[in-house]
Structure formats: C-alpha cells, structure tokens
C-alpha cells in the first residue's frame, strides 16, 4: 500500500528555479497557454459528503447542479476528479492490514469502518469507474455537467504501475518488471504463465508500494499497451493529470531498475514523446498535467507537458524563504512560469490551514492564485481544513467550517474572477525600497493586462513584518493619461498621475503579509 505518509515523497530536494529556467531556454513552440482555476476533488469523499448532505446515495450521475453552479461561481475553470477508476480487493487488503495505517485510522476517522476504507486509486485494478460512483455513464453525465458550465475535466493517468487487482498482473505478466530470483520489494505471482516474481512499483528515494505491480518501460509491447490505455482515458476526459510522470524518463527508470533482468533494449525514444503525440494527432486540445519533482520539470515541458507540478514555490513558502522566492521568481522566463502548476495543498502535502497561520494563509493564497500558470485548489481548502486526509479513505474527518477562511477564500476569488488575472499578460515587476530595512525582497508584484486601458496588481508583503517597496507597471501609454485605482480586496481608492507610474513608480507600504489587488482604469487627460 501507499504509506499515509506519501507527502514524503514530494518533500524531496528543492531545484531553485532559476538553475530549473536555464535549462527551459530550448522548449519548443507551443500552444497559446491558458491559465486554468484548477479544482481538485476527492471523488470519493465529495460524493460521500454530498450523499449525506442531500440524505440519499449521489453518484457522479445526478451531482446536485448547485454544486456544480458554486464552482463555476468562484471561477474554476477546470475539476479534476482524483481518484474515479476501480481499486480492487488485494490491494484494499494491504491498507486493511496494515498496523500503521491502522492507527493513522484511528486518530483522524474515531469509528471508522470497512466501508470508509476502499483502497488506494492510486493502485487501479481496473480503468473503469465503479457502479458505486456512476460507472462510465455517470462520468459522462458529470462531464456533460460541467461542459455546460464552460468547465473541463481531467482524470487520472497513473503511468508507472497498476493495482494488484489489474487483469493483466495474471494474463500479461510479462508487461511487469520480474526477476527470476529474491530480490527486495518483490512477490510471487501465480499466472497464466506459472508463478512469476514480480516487482511493486515504486520511487527509488522510496520503500515500495506493496499494492501496486510496476511497469516495465522497457518493453515495447508495454509502452505500447499504456498508450493504449490512456487514449481510453483521453476518451472519457479533457486532460490528465498524470502521477509521478518523471518516473518513465528512460535514463531515470534504465536507473531504478538496473539491478533487475533488462527484457529488451530501452527504446531510444521517451514514453512520454511517443504517448502525446498519438493522443494529440485526434485531440490537440487534450490537457497534460505532470506530477513531477527533482528539477525535471522543464524535461517534461520539452516532451509536450502542459502543465508541470511547481513546487520549488510551496517549498519555498511553507519553509518561510520569501527572499529567495522573490528573486528565483523575477529569474523565471515566463514561458517556463505559465507552465508551472502552484498549489498551497493537494492530496499529498499536509492541508495548508495547518501549515500557515491566518494571516500567512491569505498572503499565500492571494500570490499563488495570482502567479501565471495553473493554479490548483484541493477540496477541504476553501473551508480550512487542517487534517490531511489518506487517498486510501472514502470519508472525510468531521471538521468544522473555518468562518474566516471560507469568507477569505470567497472574497479573493470573486475578486479575481472579475479581473484580469490568469486571463491576460503578465509581468513580474522588480521591487526597489529606499533603505535595505523596508523588506522590498519580500515583495512580489505581478502584473496583469488584458485590455488596452486598464490593468491589475497583485501585490503580497510575504513577510512577518511590515514592509514598504516600489515598482514601476510596465504598461504601453502608461504615462499618457491618469489612472484611478481601486484595491478589489480592501477599501482603497487612488488617483495617479500616468507620468509619475512611469517614472517613480508606485510606492506600497503593506502591513505583514498584507496583500491587495489593484485595479487601475485610465482617464484621458
């Protein structure tokens, strides 16, 4: 099973972002870049919250439209449903019988029983979804839902291995990494073939997930087969998040794996070159979205990713670095920055009410929502949550509402919704402060502009102190007229003159971790 712990496994060594960015310098053209609202949902806890809410059995086949009306309020732009495909017995049965993820049980879910208990989606006994969620009409109905919202929806594509439950563990077991002799994070198999010894999948910094069956890419007939089931997914979906893409780079799994029998060559090109294009060929639309850690982001980007995990930025603030994130952030190249997915929680990492205090909360809530690229909200966050959840649970602990989260959340995304952020061009802005006490490298400032005369500031004081900067728009006609400005989230109204902006700037003093959204609309002199 994967250990409750599995947060570990991104908590790995942090890539500065501007070495990640020189490597970035040769990603090829792509696709204009959108800037999604990413809303990422437990499929199994949100239907079971919402099947006692409304006091009868929801499936994906009759979500209430209010539900679906309420993210297309706040603005979300994209759902990912994690966690929809069949897990089967076997692998249910080692998070069951497991003492450790017994007591994680124990202290988060008092009274938990079988039921609440599915197993983990992250070991797939089969890509189909389950009769107890809406099997594949209720996912069309659900994705039909959210069309009509102008949403989109992602699934799950879990690459490097499958469940011990998968068909193809006892008919294909050729398709899996084997060795004819004992070797650590193996088991015995009995298939169609006689008993093999197979692999579980892993990650090489990690022990083995004892529920799962690992891939092995070095085969053709696998990489083969794998396209194959993620053209089935491409069918039932806009886009994939896919998990711990980096584990299929041919030089990371040739590693991973070099002490077990090679059944064949590693074909020459990557997995991932190979699996998007055949996807795109009929849908060059389709979404791509890579779980991806150790620097290897811009690896992925150069083999068609979208999207890549950015998490150098929620290192950088849960360890309290604000200067270095100030700089690494002013070093990115924007096209390497639009590409990045930022997050202040997902299922992996601990819930970020838990992490922050109020009023850090909302300083980091406003910069990672205001970053270019994909920004990503896990289901829990919006109410405050503070307990991190196993993907292995099909319940949520009981956990009152944060009041001042919630209204916080609420506040900032209606705020944006109605801005130009995340829908037009953006800049990082230099700041500069007049002494080296005012904190102007805890300042981040982005600019947004999607319409000739008006544009938006993002400004957050990450600090703990109060603190002052200056920066200066980047705006064509900037010093050609007045600017009225107005603050979405505060109560401040302003008036400047276009040839001072161009000038001096504009001078922010923020109290700590203050944040505000400035909209300015220009008046003809």
């Not at 060795?179 to 169609?192: A, K, N, V, W």
Request: charged share 25%; hydrophobic share 40%; aromatic share 8%.
């Amino acid at each position: 099973m994967r250990d409750p712990r599995t947060a570990q496994r991104a908590v790995l060594t942090c890539f500065c972002l501007h070495g990640v960015v020189e490597s970035a310098k040769f990603l090829p053209a792509t696709r204009r870049m959108i800037h999604p609202l990413l809303y990422e949902i437990n499929t199994r806890c949100w239907l079971r919250r919402l099947s006692d809410e409304q006091g009868r059995a929801v499936t994906l086949a009759d979500v209430p439209e209010e539900e679906i009306g309420r993210w297309q309020n706040l603005g979300f732009t994209h759902v990912w449903a994690m966690g929809v495909w069949t897990t089967g017995p076997r692998a249910r049965a080692q998070a069951l019988e497991n003492p450790a993820f017994q007591k994680h049980l124990a202290e988060i879910l008092p009274g938990w029983t079988k039921r609440d208990v599915p197993g983990s989606p992250y070991a797939i006994g089969a890509y189909e979804i389950p009769a107890l969620l809406g099997g594949s009409e209720g996912l069309k109905i659900f994705r039909r839902q959210l069309h009509a919202r102008g949403m989109k929806l992602l699934l799950d594509f879990v690459p490097n291995h499958l469940g011990l439950d998968h068909p193809w563990v006892s008919e294909k077991p050729e398709r899996f990494v084997q060795s004819d002799r004992e070797l650590p994070g193996t088991f015995l198999q009995q298939t169609r073939e006689g008993v093999r010894r197979l692999a579980h999948g892993r990650d090489p910094n990690f022990a083995p997930w004892s529920d799962t069956v690992q891939l092995d890419y070095r085969r053709t007939e696998t990489r083969a087969a794998m396209i194959e089931v993620l053209q089935s997914v491409a069918a039932q979906s806009d886009g994939v998040q896919c998990d711990m893409a980096m584990l299929l780079l041919n030089d990371i799994f040739r590693n991973t794996w070099a002490h077990f029998p090679e059944p064949e060559p590693m074909p020459a090109q990557e997995f991932w070159k190979d699996a998007i294009g055949v996807v795109r060929k009929s849908r060059p639309d389709f979404i791509f979205l890579a779980e991806v850690y150790w620097g290897l982001e811009a690896r992925l980007q150069e083999l068609g990713f979208d999207y890549t995990y950015g998490k150098t930025v929620y290192d950088r603030l849960v360890d309290r670095h604000y200067a270095a994130l100030h700089a690494e952030l002013l070093a990115a190249r924007p096209d390497w920055l639009s590409r990045c997915v930022h997050f202040l929680e997902n299922h992996d990492e601990r819930r970020a009410a838990s992490v922050f205090s109020p009023e850090e909360h909302r300083a980091a809530a406003l910069l990672m929502l205001g970053l270019p690229g994909a920004r990503m909200i896990y289901e829990g966050q919006l109410r405050g949550a503070k307990i991190r959840t196993s993907v292995h649970l099909s319940r949520w602990p009981n956990e009152p509402v944060d009041a001042q989260i919630s209204a916080m959340y609420k506040q900032m995304l209606l705020a944006l919704k109605g801005s130009a952020v995340g829908h037009g061009d953006f800049r990082l802005l230099a700041t500069e402060s007049s002494s080296e006490n005012l904190g102007a490298e805890n300042f981040v400032v982005v600019q947004w502009q999607n319409a000739p005369d008006e544009f938006e500031l993002v400004v957050v004081n990450l600090c703990e102190r109060v603190g002052e900067c200056r920066a200066r728009p980047v705006i064509k006609g900037l010093g050609l007229g007045n600017w009225q400005m107005r603050d979405l989230l505060g109560s401040e109204i302003g008036h400047h003159h276009g040839g001072d902006l161009e000038g001096q700037g504009i001078q922010f003093a923020l109290p700590a971790h203050g944040g505000q959204l400035l909209h300015f609309v220009k008046s003809v002199r």
